[in-house]
């Protein structure tokens, strides 16, 4: 997912850093802490949008998330993916922050931007504005790529019963700069086991080229979890 972006990314990487770190000040001046999640994961391989991001190989992943009770968040990401070979990024480093209100006890809504950074590999950074649905089992993703990078939506559906969740969803990443025989659309079926604050997960994904049949790709993941909330 090598993209080119315009020449002013790394001013416009300096302000966002200091927007986040304005906001995420404002938000802890004004409001009640609520709660701090940790999570650590295990994977057997990193699957972004329906692509392989370390070509079948287990990766490490670390996430904390910060909630207040007015509804505002923040957080941030560290995983050992994409290294296909040694021209890739050997890690993804990632920030969100954003609002999220639950109207009701079956529709939750939640808007953030989000930022994806390659330490290593800078000209594969990407920002995306995200605004999310959720009515009872189902879910709707809506992700505005920045500075012509494409757009992408997921529609999700999951059932929960006894310990597990049954998970199903598709998405489309639209094409980059027009070329329609970029990207493509992926599916995944899947199942979570949730144990206290440890889950097990195992899924299968496909994704489908918009260009040559040669990219199409499929495969199962499976990762476990860990979450600790305080």
Not at 12 to 26: E, Q, S, T, W
Not at 106 to 129: V, W
Request: proline share 2%; glycine share 6%.
């Amino acid at each position: 997912k090598k993209l080119k972006l315009k020449p002013l990314f790394f001013e416009r990487l300096f302000f966002m850093k200091k927007l986040y770190l304005i906001i995420c000040i404002f938000f802890l001046s004004h409001s009640i802490y609520m709660e701090t999640e940790i999570e650590f994961s295990l994977n057997s391989d990193s699957i972004w949008r329906g692509l392989t991001q370390n070509n079948g190989e287990p990766t490490l992943g670390a996430e904390i998330n910060f909630s207040l009770d007015n509804g505002f968040f923040s957080g941030a990401w560290i995983e050992s993916c994409c290294s296909e070979n040694n021209t890739y990024p050997s890690r993804e480093i990632g920030y969100v922050f954003g609002y999220q209100k639950d109207i009701n006890k079956n529709l939750y809504i939640s808007f953030n931007y989000a930022g994806t950074n390659y330490p290593n590999s800078k000209n594969d950074n990407y920002d995306e504005l995200e605004l999310y649905f959720s009515f009872y089992d189902f879910g709707i993703s809506y992700y505005k790529g920045l500075d012509n990078f494409p757009d992408y939506y997921e529609i999700s559906y999951s059932y929960h019963f006894l310990n597990n969740s049954f998970n199903l969803s598709y998405g489309d990443f639209e094409s980059y700069k027009n070329d329609k025989s970029s990207n493509g659309s992926n599916y995944s079926i899947g199942i979570d086991n949730l144990q206290k604050d440890l889950t097990l997960s195992f899924f299968y994904y496909y994704f489908n080229a918009n260009g040559l049949r040669d990219l199409d790709d499929d495969g199962v993941v499976f990762s476990i979890s860990k979450k600790t909330s305080f």
